[in-house]
């Protein structure tokens, strides 16, 4: 297993791999958590079972590089259970760059309690990122938003929903459009994509698109649908 020190002083006799690794901070924390989970039993079953199998492990956890996993979970639920190698890449890739948009700021709801979450915040603060833009509503929507179920335990995942805005006539891409809540304003990205990142206090979140030239449009989200897809829309010329 090959283990990466991001804080090397110089790349020199450094592999390949390695220097990929330490130049997008988000991939090598991906590949440093896949190292340390993949050698551990399948299936994984949920929080309980990952953090009994990683305590059975030697080198202890935390030792690797990355800091102890909280007792409390601190992964959404859907990740589990893990049934196999191919699995965990997709599931702890999502995982990662989900937490990695969390913690990046903008009004941010990343809880920064324990070093996991710490650590993820830092790695936020470095990663190169992939140039999608991507944007984090939290406080409510002055064009509707609607909470979810207030009897659960006071801990809310977020959810994502991936936006790709057309020309309702045409099918062409508009890049760089305004998508907003009333409070917080982004812009969509060369190629048309937004990331919605939804506080899990609300199950469902009202956001309008803008772009001159065009109709605005009132986009509603809902968490039970749309929750990890991607959603087509499109503005009608003005």
């Not at 937490?99 to 809880?111: C, I, P, V």
């Not at 936006?163 to 304003?185: K, V, Y």
């Amino acid at each position: 297993m090959v283990m990466v020190n991001q804080n090397a002083g110089g790349s020199q006799g450094s592999s390949f791999e390695a220097q990929l690794l330490m130049a997008h901070p988000e991939t090598a924390l991906i590949y440093e958590l896949g190292a340390l989970l993949r050698g551990l039993p399948m299936p994984i079953v949920d929080w309980d079972d990952l953090l009994k199998k990683l305590s059975t492990q030697d080198p202890e956890p935390g030792t690797l590089g990355f800091p102890p996993l909280p007792v409390d979970p601190c992964v959404p639920p859907e990740l589990f259970p893990v049934y196999d190698e191919a699995d965990l890449a997709a599931k702890l890739t999502a995982f990662v760059r989900i937490s990695l948009r969390q913690a990046e700021g903008h009004g941010s709801t990343a809880r920064l309690r324990s070093p996991m979450h710490k650590r993820f915040a830092t790695v936020a603060e470095q990663a190169t990122g992939s140039g999608r833009k991507s944007g984090v509503f939290e406080d409510g929507s002055l064009l509707g938003a609607e909470r979810g179920d207030t009897t659960v335990p006071d801990i809310h995942f977020p959810w994502v929903v991936t936006l790709i805005l057309r020309d309702c006539s045409n099918e062409q891409l508009l890049p760089w459009s305004w998508i907003t809540d009333g409070f917080n304003t982004y812009t969509f990205d060369a190629n048309a994509q937004f990331i919605a990142l939804i506080d899990g206090i609300w199950s469902g979140y009202s956001l309008l698109v803008m772009r001159e030239g065009y109709v605005n449009r009132l986009v509603v989200l809902d968490q039970a649908t749309m929750a990890g897809t991607t959603q087509n829309i499109c503005l009608n010329p003005a």
